[in-house]
C-alpha cells in the first residue's frame, strides 16, 4: 500500500548532537512537509519542498535543515542550534489538489 | 495571515452524546477546509472537507458544512462513540495566499466515555 514511513519512531538526543529524521514515500508526491507538534500548539510548518532538489522555509525553520535528492525523500536534521527540540515531528505528501497524506510521527526528546 | 481558531479542550462526552467543535478561519483568498483526527500516538488522517462555500463535508457520521458567510466550519455528530476519542484539527489551504502549507487550528482533545 501506498504511505508515508517516518522512522525512527521514538528519537533520543543528547545536548549538542545533531540528529535526523526520516521520511520516506512511496505515493509519488511531489510536494512535501516537515510540520512540528507542540502539547497545545497545533502543527507549525518548519520546511517544504515542492520539487526535487528545492526546498522553502517554512514558519519555524531556525534550527532545522533538509535535504530532497530523491523524489520519495524528505529527510529533516535538528541541530544543536535548535534550542528546544523536544516535540512531535510529523512528515507529509501532497499531489495537486488531493488531500494531504501525514506520517506516523517521530518522537523526539532530549535527555 | 492565514489563521484558524477552533473551540478550546479538552472536550469529555457520554457515548451517544452529541459533538460540536467550533472552528473559524482567516484567509486571504479562497480557502479549501479541513478537518483532520489525530489518535493517540498517531500521525493526522483527514476526516472531511470542504472546497468552496456552502459545501457539506460528512464521514463516519461527522459533518461540516462551509459557511463563508461567518468564516466558519464546525464539526458536528450526532451520536459519539468511544472510539471517536482523539484531537481534532481544523485545517485551510488557502488559494489567494499560502496555498503551498495547510494552517492547523490548536486542537482540540474529544475524551468519549462509555
Not at chain 1, 28 to 57: E, T
Not at chain 1, 70 to 75: H, L, N, W
Not at chain 2, 35 to 61: C, F, H, R
Request: hydrophobic share 30%; charged share 20%; net charge neutral.
Amino acid at each position: 500500500d501506498g504511505g508515508i514511513t517516518q522512522s525512527p519512531k521514538y528519537l533520543f538526543r543528547k545536548e549538542g548532537q545533531n540528529v535526523t529524521l526520516s521520511c520516506e514515500q512511496n505515493l509519488n508526491h511531489d510536494a512535501m512537509y516537515w510540520y512540528r507538534q507542540d502539547p497545545g500548539q497545533g502543527l507549525r510548518l518548519i520546511y517544504y519542498s515542492q520539487i526535487v532538489n528545492d526546498f522553502q522555509k517554512g514558519d519555524i525553520a531556525e534550527g532545522y535543515s533538509v535535504s530532497r535528492e530523491k523524489k520519495e525523500s524528505f529527510p529533516l536534521t535538528v541541530t544543536s542550534a535548535q534550542k528546544n527540540p523536544t516535540a512531535f515531528y510529523l512528515c507529509a505528501s501532497k499531489e495537486g489538489n488531493y488531500g494531504y497524506t501525514f506520517g506516523s510521527g517521530t518522537r523526539l526528546t532530549v535527555v | 495571515g492565514d489563521s484558524v481558531t477552533q473551540m478550546e479542550g479538552p472536550v469529555t462526552l457520554s457515548e451517544e452524546a452529541f459533538l460540536t467543535i467550533n472552528c473559524t478561519y482567516t484567509a486571504t483568498g479562497y480557502p479549501s477546509l479541513f478537518w483532520y483526527v489525530q489518535y493517540p500516538g498517531e500521525g493526522l488522517q483527514l476526516l472531511l472537507k470542504a472546497t468552496k462555500a456552502d459545501d457539506k463535508g460528512s464521514n463516519k457520521g461527522f459533518e461540516a458544512t462551509y459557511r463563508k458567510e461567518t468564516t466558519s466550519f464546525h464539526l458536528e455528530k450526532g451520536s459519539v462513540q468511544v472510539s471517536d476519542s482523539a484531537v481534532y484539527f481544523c485545517a485551510l489551504t488557502d488559494s489567494g495566499g499560502s496555498n503551498y502549507k495547510l494552517t492547523f487550528g490548536k486542537g482540540t482533545l474529544l475524551t468519549v466515555n462509555p
